[in-house]
């Protein structure tokens, strides 16, 4: 399980120190340390930033593309109209008018990724757990690795994935007003 540490990261030039410090020592700006959650990745590597409150902005030159991971939900049409998949730390707005079919898609995706992967939150803003047990029944979703939870506070979500020692960048989030 990882274990979550922090550090403090200038918003200026993006130096991390271990405590906070007026000044930093790279770009000399006063005052522009943010504490950043991290959390180890492994025994053999250093911290990899889960959550970053303030990150800095880099320019498009200057970024580096790590491998081209996509999740795909073997739904063709979702996975098609996603490029190929999810992409990890990916935040997708899927909207429409009520009752055309939003949750019973995420739902159906939620399922695809429990068969490959060890467990799937599906969080609820809008309907109970109840509710969604009901449509699970009507699209014959078993659900044995899908974990339910009807919450509407992002904070209270946020602290309820970091209980479970999940790293939160790794799955896509999905979003969907009704």
Request: contains cysteine; hydrophobic residues 40%; aromatic residues 8%.
């Amino acid at each position: 399980m990882p274990k979550l540490k922090t550090a403090y990261v200038c918003q200026n030039c993006s130096f991390e120190s271990l405590k906070w410090i007026g000044q930093c020592p790279r770009c000399n700006k006063w005052n522009t340390f943010v504490e950043t959650i991290l959390a180890k990745a492994d025994s053999k590597s250093s911290f990899a930033r889960v959550v970053g409150k303030g990150q800095s902005a880099q320019k498009l030159t200057e970024i580096i593309l790590k491998q081209d991971v996509r999740k795909v939900t073997g739904i063709a049409e979702l996975d098609r109209v996603l490029g190929g998949g999810f992409v990890p730390g990916q935040v997708v707005l899927l909207a429409g008018e009520p009752g055309i079919g939003k949750s019973t898609i995420l739902l159906q995706a939620a399922e695809k990724f429990s068969l490959k992967e060890e467990e799937v939150l599906y969080v609820s803003g809008e309907e109970s757990v109840e509710q969604i047990k009901i449509r699970a029944g009507r699209l014959k979703v078993k659900g044995a690795n899908l974990l339910m939870l009807s919450e509407t506070d992002v904070d209270s979500i946020i602290s309820y994935i970091s209980s479970l020692h999940y790293i939160l960048f790794y799955y896509p989030i999905i979003y969907h007003p009704e």
